[in-house]
């Protein structure tokens, strides 16, 4: 019997636990630690909960097919006592927009998209324009479509549904803070909890999200990464657009539809200041001065909107190349990691919960390979780069 203790009950440690309680070799326990049961500034809650298969690696366009799938089943997959969850899952397709610079790139991840069978058309600027009159093209060299693969959902409904069915088939959840490790040699024995609690353990997932290099530390593991704030604002505009996508504009601003109005945001450019885990207060500067000017600048209509409402949360942060850190960590035998997302953490948890309930299960990573994401990587300074982080 083997004893699993999952630290983090967000969507990627609630996956796990899911994926395990699932997995019909597995035969133990499943105790999941979460210090805020009300996930108040929890990433999953606070994330746009996006899914795209419009990645330049290949590993993350896999993951996300798997996602996709994950969500377009979960009704009837995370259903508990004839309760199914609705997930609101809508498929407009993001829209990658490129200028004369950029377009090579975009070019070259089409080709890498193409080779993972994921829908994606390349346009051109008058095909843009006559399928969106919306938009405008200036500057824009080309654009990249996920047609109907991609788009956004209801992320706190999946995660919680996937929490409340991994409680269903038997998993323990304990609302505590993990602060530390009892070790015997390369092992981790027991996980110390704030209360002074001491849960035996087999095996140790960090799921903790932006606050995962501190657990890592528990174990004299360190762990690139960091807690980075993102800010969202929600926007009304009185001019009514059809068949609008998710839309990343050449800037690096994103904007999309939610309800009656659009959420947007963007990430610090080059040379900005982003420092590791600041308060979760929202500057309204940063869409004066950057957000609203490029989104008016990409839609016209959008010179006449209004700020509702904005929220800010952590990207758990992958500093060393932003993609996800998934497995052993090499001196620490029974210590998986599964974290570093840099933005993208919650389309990929079901695919990160399946292969880390299949390591631990079979030993190895079964559905689907996730090897290129190890720790090795980090020990033997070889970056995975994602060009296409948001």
Same mark, same amino acid.
């Given at each position: 019997m083997t004893r699993v203790v999952i630290i983090g009950g967000g969507a990627v440690g609630s996956s796990t636990a899911y994926h395990l309680a699932t997995h019909p070799r597995f035969r133990g326990s499943i105790t999941v630690v979460e210090r805020d049961p009300?996930?108040?500034?929890?990433s999953s809650s606070l994330s746009c909960a996006s899914i795209r298969q419009q990645f330049s690696t290949p590993v993350n366009i896999a993951m996300s097919q798997y996602g996709l799938r994950f969500l377009q089943n979960a009704p009837d997959a995370l259903e508990v006592d004839g309760d199914k969850p609705l997930l609101k899952l809508h498929l407009p397709g993001?829209?990658?927009l490129a200028s004369e610079a950029g377009v090579e790139v975009l070019r070259e991840n089409h080709r890498v998209q193409q080779e993972m069978g994921a829908e994606i058309m390349l346009l051109g600027p008058n095909e843009l324009r006559a399928r969106w009159p919306w938009l405008s093209v200036d500057g824009i060299a080309a654009g990249s479509w996920g047609t109907h693969v991609e788009g956004w959902f209801d992320g706190p409904a999946m995660f919680q549904a996937v929490?409340?069915?991994?409680?269903?088939?038997?998993?323990?959840?304990?609302?505590q803070d993990a602060v530390g490790f009892t070790m015997s040699g390369a092992?981790?024995?027991?996980?110390?909890?704030? +209360?002074?609690t001491l849960l035996q353990c087999d095996i140790v997932v960090n799921a903790a999200g932006p606050w995962a290099a501190r657990v890592a530390a528990f174990a004299n593991v360190d762990l690139p990464v960091r807690a980075r704030k993102r800010m969202v604002y929600v926007v009304a505009c009185k001019t009514p657009m059809r068949d609008f996508p998710l839309v990343i504009d050449a800037t690096g601003i994103?904007?999309?539809?939610?309800?009656?109005?659009?959420?947007?945001?963007?990430?610090?450019?080059?040379?900005e200041p982003d420092p590791d885990e600041p308060p979760l207060e929202v500057?309204?500067?940063?869409?004066? +001065?950057?957000?609203?000017?490029?989104m008016a600048n990409r839609v016209p209509a959008f010179e006449e909107i209004k700020l509702l409402s904005s929220w800010a949360g952590y990207y758990e942060y992958n500093v060393f190349d932003h993609n996800g850190i998934i497995g052993r960590h090499p001196s620490v035998e029974n210590l998986i990691f599964a974290n570093g997302f840099s933005g993208h953490g919650i389309q990929h948890s079901p695919a990160t919960g399946r292969a880390v309930a299949e390591l631990i299960t079979d030993g190895r990573f079964v559905s689907l390979d996730l090897s290129p994401l190890g720790f090795d990587r980090v020990v033997e300074n070889r970056p995975l780069i994602e060009k296409n982080i948001v």
């Open positions: 009300t996930y108040r500034i929890a993001y829209l990658f929490r409340r069915k991994a409680r269903s088939l038997g998993a323990t959840y304990i609302a092992r981790v024995t027991e996980v110390h909890l704030a +209360d002074g994103f904007f999309r539809p939610e309800g009656i109005g659009y959420v947007s945001g963007r990430s610090p450019g080059e040379g500057e309204e500067e940063m869409f004066m +001065d950057y957000v609203w000017p490029a």
